[in-house]
């Protein structure tokens, strides 16, 4: 895997005004929320898991400049692919042999699918590789902290997530655990010194080159996490894309501005970087303003087709497994008889609960932190993965 981006040091003393928690290093995640404006602590977190990596320590490299030609830290963080497998294993120790690409993104497999078929020039074609065929890549990726709770507390597979919930059990991430959901699509080569990139092998031999469209941070330093959301500036102009249908909010970044201006913040090294590219969509905290009205926050290549209904927060409330006529079951993401149709707004109690035989309501569902990576997990006994409650018609 190569990489490629057009770089100039910025000093480090520059990244004062988001991150001045007082000594910190930038390359070192903040801290609690309260230290900061929340769009400054976004910032901050943006910095630090972009920073270049030491791969062979999964860490970041202070001896390197913000925007060098590396894997950023995030990158070298366990993919939900490592710790969710197949069998419901134990995933292992954190540190291990890289995913190859194949593995690395969520995409259709033929294995799963072997009659997919796509267009191309009007005709049904076979899919003979998932990964080239695909729009855009994803990837989903945590910290140590929270890849050593899950392994803690055997939530790698179905049976291990609904002995943490029985009998009143919680699932509880520990504080400074964070899970990053990132999306990246093929550029050209005259666009690689405004994107952070990789190079893939394709099964055919070929290689093409990326670009990161979107990062979603989530990180635990409140019981409702902080959720923040980045886009590449492009995305809102991209022909193929949905555009951002809602206007951002920086308050950092558009400091002395209105706070949709979509700018980068000065004096925390961006400058002369790809970073500098990037922009803050928005972050959350609570499920509703004010007002009580519903706070969303969506982005354009993540939630694609659904940045109307779009809320971190109170989607991933609704991570939970439960037993519904002894199957384990999950609640769905998009509402009944919707195919893009999220939640939004304070979490409902009657979403956890289902209906028994004789009408009575009871507890069905219980919540796993906000973590909707878990879903992935399949059973270590060969069993089907937790089906969903929508899919299934029982009462959600």
């Known amino acids: 895997m190569t990489r490629s981006s057009a770089v100039r040091w910025v000093p480090v003393l520059l990244f004062a005004a988001c991150c001045s928690a007082h000594s910190r290093s930038p390359w070192t995640p903040p801290g609690d ?54 069998d419901g294993a134990d995933p292992g120790p954190w540190n291990g042999p890289p995913l190859t690409d194949d593995r690395r993104f969520e995409v259709i497999s ?48 179905v049976e291990g997530q609904l002995a943490a919930v029985a009998n009143g059990g919680r699932v509880s991430f520990p504080s400074g655990a964070i899970d990053v959901k990132a999306a990246w699509r093929p550029i050209e080569a005259a666009e690689a010194s405004r994107y952070h990139t990789l190079t893939i092998k394709l099964a055919d031999g070929s290689r093409r080159l990326y670009g990161l469209t979107a990062l979603n941070i989530a990180a635990k330093n409140r019981p409702n996490w902080f959720w923040a959301s980045f886009e590449h500036a492009d995305n ?18 558009c400091r002395g501005r ?30 509703v303003d004010a007002a009580n009205r519903p706070l969303l926050l969506g982005n354009s290549e993540l939630e694609a087709g659904l940045q109307a209904t779009a809320s971190c927060i109170t989607c991933h409330a609704r991570a939970s497994i439960g037993e519904v006529d002894g199957t384990p079951t999950r609640l769905p993401v998009f509402k009944a008889g919707s195919l893009r149709n999220g939640y939004v707004g304070r979490p409902d109690p009657e979403w956890f609960r289902g209906t028994d035989a004789t009408g009575h309501r009871y507890p069905a569902f219980q919540p796993l932190d906000f973590v909707w990576s878990l879903s992935q997990a399949a059973s270590e006994r060969g069993m089907p993965r937790a089906r969903s409650a929508e899919v299934s018609g029982d009462p959600p």
């Not at 706070?259 to 959350?284: A, F, H, M």
């Open 236 to 253: 809102q102009l991209r022909a193929d894309g949905d555009g951002w249908l809602h206007p951002s909010r920086d308050t950092f970044a």
């Open 33 to 86: 929320v309260a230290t900061a404006g929340s769009d400054a602590y976004a910032w901050s977190l943006f910095v630090a898991l972009n920073w270049p990596a030491d791969p062979d320590r999964r860490a970041a490299d202070p001896s390197v400049r913000l925007g060098a030609d590396r894997p950023t830290v995030w990158e070298t963080w366990k993919n939900s692919a490592d710790i969710f497998l197949h």
């Open 110 to 157: 033929p294995r799963d699918f072997p009659n997919l078929k796509h267009i191309v020039n009007g005709r049904m074609v076979p899919v003979a590789d998932p990964l080239a065929d695909a729009k855009r890549l994803v990837e989903v990726r945590v910290n140590r902290l929270s890849f050593e709770y899950i392994r803690a507390h055997r939530l790698y597979n």
């Open 258 to 287: 209105p706070s949709d201006c979509n700018g980068s913040p000065t004096k925390i090294g961006l400058e002369g970087t790809v970073w500098q590219y990037y922009r803050l969509r928005g972050t959350l905290t609570r499920f």
